[in-house]
């Protein structure tokens, strides 16, 4: 199929410097998304960071941190679907630079005095606007990109998310140690509008390019299906669950991991902020690493089930197992390792299992189906904050509250890998959606016979 498609012989010495192009036009958008999830993740984080001073300043309780942190999330699944339904019908060019700019919106008001009921508006807007971009970002990706290689480009996007606290954290913790948390979002609005900008000039999808190569082969094996029948796929439900997991460390790793470093740990703000470094540094290595050996298999013909579904369930386990027991050992060394893998290896396993999706949804209904899944991510986000400050709260002292907190949330993300594995596997399910339009069809081409 794939080779009616190709130039004729005589045009093909014309054809040649498209490919370098492609390649270099796929890259800068890569480029473009990794600094969009870094400016998400920061401006998701910022709370977390001055968590302390806003407890302080504002005089609230654990309960009503946890509250405004879960406040985030209360929109997220809503944007989610929306922007998700919305990405088929509006180009990917001004839906991401209209995302940026509602972030951009939604901090403005707390550049001076607030209080706590516009401050729980606000990050409920910014959830809602930033529901969708994880799951965008790796649809504009992966459109750019043929099988063997959309888990490499989806691990550098994941990688974006977490160097963004990776930077975020020492400038944003020494902005607010030195001036207050009012003045660190008056760096994260610059930082997005300067990408706005870039974006609108830059950005493009895989539809606009030059060249159609790369979306095209990248979807050779995929076939349009409706949602009904993708949505009952295993591979779709379990990443579903994968993603559910997963995302509550991650939500963790946001509200409640620089508070706990401080309360529960008793670091003061700038060594939290070196501190936060570890996870986030650790996260972005794994994304890339994670995805360049997931492609590595694909290429070298390991099945999919093994090089996506195995390894990114292998890597939320192993997230799990280390959360559950940085809560068992003395502050030190070892602690912070399992700490770091803990918020760290569940957002590795990211660009590796979309790519499962991907593999199995054509780019048709990727978007729509990805912002599902972050939709459904997005509950745990809406669950975990409240389930830790409800935990210390309640709790007769707060390293008890945290213990159990982080002990109970190791064990959801190893069960949410153990169901992975046995639901994701993109091969068999490529083939039950090619039997089912098939199924479907065939009753239409006998009544035209």
Do not use: C
């Not at 590795?348 to 899944?373: C, Y």
């Amino acid at each position: 199929m794939t080779q009616t498609a190709e130039p004729a012989a005589t045009s093909a010495p014309a054809a040649q410097p498209a490919a370098p192009r492609q390649a270099r036009r796929a890259w800068i958008i890569v480029g473009l998304l990794v600094l969009f999830m870094l400016i998400n993740h920061a401006d998701k984080t910022v709370i977390a960071f001055a968590g302390v001073q806003i407890q302080r300043d504002l005089g609230l309780t654990s309960e009503q941190f946890g509250l405004l942190q879960s406040a985030f999330f209360w929109l997220f699944a809503a944007g989610a679907l929306f922007f998700g339904w919305l990405s088929s019908r509006v180009n990917i060019r001004w839906l991401l630079a209209g995302l940026m700019l509602t972030w951009v919106a939604t901090m403005v008001p707390l550049l001076g005095t607030v209080s706590f009921g516009v401050l729980i508006a606000s990050r409920m807007i910014l959830g809602f606007a930033e529901g969708p971009a994880f799951a965008l970002a790796n649809h504009a990706a992966h459109s750019w990109f043929p099988p063997e290689k959309r888990a490499m480009a989806g691990g550098f996007v994941s990688a974006g998310a977490s160097i963004g606290t990776l930077v975020a954290a020492p400038v944003l913790t020494l902005i607010i140690s030195h001036w207050n948390w009012h003045a660190a979002f008056y760096v994260l609005i610059a930082m997005g509008l300067l990408w706005a900008v870039a974006w609108l000039i830059l950005g493009r999808s895989a539809s606009e390019s030059d060249s159609g190569g790369a979306a095209s082969s990248a979807v050779v094996e995929t076939v349009d299906a409706p949602y009904k029948t993708i949505l009952k796929t295993g591979t779709v439900i379990g990443i579903a669950v994968l993603m559910f997991s997963s995302y509550w460390s991650t939500a963790l790793k946001i509200s409640w991991l620089p508070v706990y470093l401080q309360e529960g740990l008793g670091y003061d703000t700038a060594t939290t902020g070196q501190l936060m470094m570890l996870p986030y540094g650790l996260a972005a290595i794994g994304a890339i690493v994670a995805g360049w050996f997931s492609g590595r298999l694909v290429s070298r013909g390991v099945s999919r089930r093994v090089a996506r579904g195995y390894l990114s369930a292998a890597l939320v386990a192993g997230g799990g197992l280390s959360m559950a027991g940085f809560t068992l050992l003395q502050q030190g060394a070892p602690q912070l390792i399992l700490v770091a893998l803990a918020f760290s290896l569940n957002t590795a396993a990211f660009g590796v299992a979309l790519s499962a999706v991907a593999d199995v949804v054509s780019a048709k209904k990727r978007g729509m189906v990805l912002g599902i899944l972050s939709a459904i991510a997005s509950i745990s986000g809406m669950v975990a904050p409240l389930v830790i400050g409800f935990a210390v709260g309640s709790s007769a002292d707060k390293i008890t509250g945290y213990a159990f907190g982080f002990q109970s949330s190791g064990v959801l993300l190893i069960v949410g890998a153990v169901i992975a594995v046995f639901l994701v596997n993109p091969e068999r399910d490529i083939a039950l959606i090619r039997r089912r339009v098939e199924q479907t069809a065939r009753p239409s081409i006998e009544e035209t016979a």
